[in-house]
């Protein structure tokens, strides 16, 4: 394998040409297993506040935190295809915001690696619908619905629930690899071990949306470098 010589970036694979670049052509977008097509964009968004700890007698912060938990949302555009709204094609049963009573999840494939063991399935859970827009409009006859939704949390995982974060075509070493075994160890131990926990919330596993509930933290790197 060829690689840039600054920054190790791939070049070729074995000799031969390679393209090491995830495009949207590879991402399927599926509720209850089945594909929703006419999909012309999903944007996702995760943001979180950081409080910046300041002290009397210091220019300068001292300290960093999360002070809330991650909030989820983003916007979805689809043309009006197969005589489908755009709530309907994520297979629910009305057109307006307003009736929705329950919600829904989103699963994005991502199948760039041809085996399948290596496709990312990324999870948005509990989906809410906040806006549904559409305009009919006399300079373009087709028309595009725009949905926005916030959900309650996202996570990834390989096949098989293996982490997503394993060091790309590359193996870039992180925090949280094991001694050559980069997938890590996704257990917490007794008294809380906190190496893994930004893996185990990634993968959503036991049901974990968060990292900062984990003990331990305060020790993150004192038993040496975290990398």
Known sequence: MANAPNTGSTLTGDSVNKTSTAISTNIIIMVNNRAVGAVQSLSISEKRNIKMIDEIGTDGHIDSVPNQSTNITGSCQRVRFDRLRIAE??????????SQIYP?????????????????STVIKNVWIGGLDYTYQVSDWVIMDTMTWEAETIYSFLNGGKPVAIGGELGVKHMGGLDGNPYGNLTIQSGGNVSHIEQLVDTGNSGRRGS????????????????
């Not at 094609?89 to 307003?98: E, L, N, P, Q, Y």
């Not at 900062?212 to 990398?227: K, N, P, Q, T, V």
């Open 212 to 227: 900062l509930d984990a003990a331990g933290l305060i020790d993150i790197g004192d038993s040496g470098s975290l990398y």
């Open 89 to 98: 094609a994520f297979s629910r049963g009305f057109i307006h915001a307003a």
């Open 104 to 120: 829904f999840d989103i699963v994005i494939l991502d199948k760039q690696k041809k085996a399948q063991e290596n496709q990312i």
